[in-house]
């Protein structure tokens, strides 16, 4: 098999999301494992001499320490493994057009700075106010997600808020009748989701056949009434005026895109 290995000299979060983008790049079976914490010279001795299928091996190194990043690459060179150190050129590069030295500074992109601590409190937002648990929450939301049973909200919500972006989600059902609060708010904060009919019923029976016998017998799935809740999720969101997202087989990360663009992430950043 063959396999990535996202080597770090802090968590190495960064290196395995750029591993396994590239792993989905193909369609052979391809293994990414992180390898976090590489510190010392020691620590590189430690992890090359573990491998055993060289050949079948990849590096991608999102190591900052200088020292350690190059004796990684010799080790690498000396066995024959192919190594690419991401982070590496990218600051090189900075560092020509700023004139300025950087920091080799590794994981200074966890610190826990104010946006972690941002990011924490939108998390705990999202929770508190998860599945309109509680209404008060939605005049302090940076973004208010409303649709039907299985759009995607409470995972959104969650992208969101490791985003330091406080969400809360409204689910919409005919029976049950949306907050006030809803209709006060800045209609830019509010998020319409919808899906097409085929995809929710099919989203809806997987669910039913994991937790239920009775998948013939529950309305959740039945298509005329999934039909007449997105005809009410429809009309509602269109008093609404808000802005409407398709989701249909849309990953979450490209939704949450459009979401931030919308309600202007990086102006909201400032605040």
Not at 22 to 27: E, I, K, V
Not at 138 to 167: E, F, H, Q
Not at 175 to 204: A, C, Q, S, W
Not at 246 to 270: F, N, S
Request: some cysteine.
């Amino acid at each position: 098999m063959f396999t990535i290995y996202a080597v770090s000299d802090s968590i190495g979060e960064t290196a395995e999301q750029v591993a396994r983008a590239t792993a989905c790049q193909f369609y052979d079976n391809i293994k990414v494992q992180r390898v976090p914490y590489i510190k010392s010279f020691e620590d590189v001795n430690e992890f090359i001499n573990k491998i055993e299928d060289r050949e079948n091996t990849m590096i991608i190194s999102t190591i900052v320490l200088v020292d350690v990043r190059e004796f990684l690459i010799q080790r690498c060179i000396e066995t024959g493994i192919h190594i690419m150190n991401v982070l590496g050129p990218c600051i090189s590069v900075a560092s020509r057009i700023l004139n300025k030295l950087p920091d080799y500074k590794p994981g200074a992109v966890w610190e826990m700075d104010s946006e972690y601590y941002k990011k924490i409190e939108a998390m705990e937002f999202a929770i508190q106010y998860d599945d309109s648990k509680d209404h008060s929450g939605i005049k302090n939301a940076d973004v208010i997600l409303v649709g039907l049973s299985r759009t995607s909200k409470t995972p959104l919500c969650m992208y969101l808020a490791n985003k330091g972006i406080k969400a809360l989600n409204i689910p919409i059902m005919p029976e049950v009748p949306v907050p006030n609060e809803l209709f006060e708010v800045d209609r830019k904060k509010i998020i319409g989701l919808t899906i097409d009919p085929m995809h929710l019923i099919e989203i809806r029976r997987h669910r039913i056949d994991k937790f239920s016998k009775l998948s013939t017998e529950i309305q959740y799935a039945n298509a005329e009434r999934v039909l007449d809740e997105l005809e009410f999720a429809d009309r509602l969101m269109r008093k609404l005026n808000c802005k409407i997202i398709d989701v249909t087989k849309r990953a979450i990360e490209d939704t949450a895109l459009i979401i931030m663009e919308h309600i202007d992430y990086m102006g909201l950043k400032q605040y």
